[in-house]
């Protein structure tokens, strides 16, 4: 999955499948051990955070995985999918709930986990150009949240109008963060380049053997 923001910050989000216990991915709609519906009331479970180390110019790549467009315009796509299929009437108001708990897990926990001290220290760290990505991230993903909410409160206000504003606020979130992620690409290319110009200077000047 290429927009993974608990992979970029060193976590593994599951559920647990209720069926026979095996810990799923938390976007696996089924179990890939006995091949079970995956709910989306199933407990799920955070590891502990770890958070990827290493200078800011190698964390590049982990700031366009967390801005990548990939999974993130998949969700969207399942959002606006259970809008649609809501507001024609041909999926029920619970199947609604499911679809869109399933993706505010995913967010919930990528915004809890961009908020821990742990990565705020490292944070601190990075270049002041890739800090600014990360920031930048961190809010939209925050509004991405708040999309999701709002279309959460449908099964109880039955205002399809709750449900459609919050997926044009989820749509926007996305559309800032593939702004990001073409910084990020830009910005990580120019530091590839950097790398390899030093590789170059320091294999020039390194003695003969």
Do not use: H, W
Not at 59 to 72: F, K, N, R, Y
Not at 184 to 193: F, L, P, Y
Not at 197 to 208: I, L, M, R, S, Y
Request: charged share 30%.
């Amino acid at each position: 999955m290429d927009f993974d923001p608990m992979a970029v910050l060193g976590s593994k989000r599951k559920v647990q499948c209720l069926n026979c216990g095996e810990k799923v991915p938390v976007l696996q709609t089924t179990c890939p051990r006995c091949k079970a519906q995956l709910p989306a009331e199933a407990e799920d479970e955070v590891e502990t955070v770890n958070v990827v180390s290493g200078p800011s110019s190698d964390v590049m790549s982990e700031v366009t995985a967390m801005t990548g467009p990939g999974a993130g315009k998949r969700n969207i796509d399942r959002l606006e999918e259970a809008y649609q299929k809501l507001a024609d009437g041909s999926l029920p108001v619970d199947a609604f709930r499911a679809r869109v708990g399933d993706v505010y897990k995913l967010m919930n926990a990528a915004v809890q986990l961009s908020k821990t001290d742990v990565l705020q220290e490292k944070i601190k760290g990075f270049e002041p150009e890739v800090a600014d990505l990360y920031r930048q991230a961190a809010t939209s993903l925050e509004e991405y949240l708040r999309g999701i909410i709002k279309m959460r409160e449908y099964p109880n206000t039955r205002n399809l109008e709750d449900a459609e504003e919050g997926l044009n606020v989820a749509k926007a979130a996305v559309e800032k963060l593939l702004v990001i992620k073409e910084k990020a690409d830009t910005i990580g290319a120019r530091v590839a380049e950097e790398l390899k110009a030093k590789a170059a200077e320091a294999a020039a000047q390194a003695p003969e053997a």
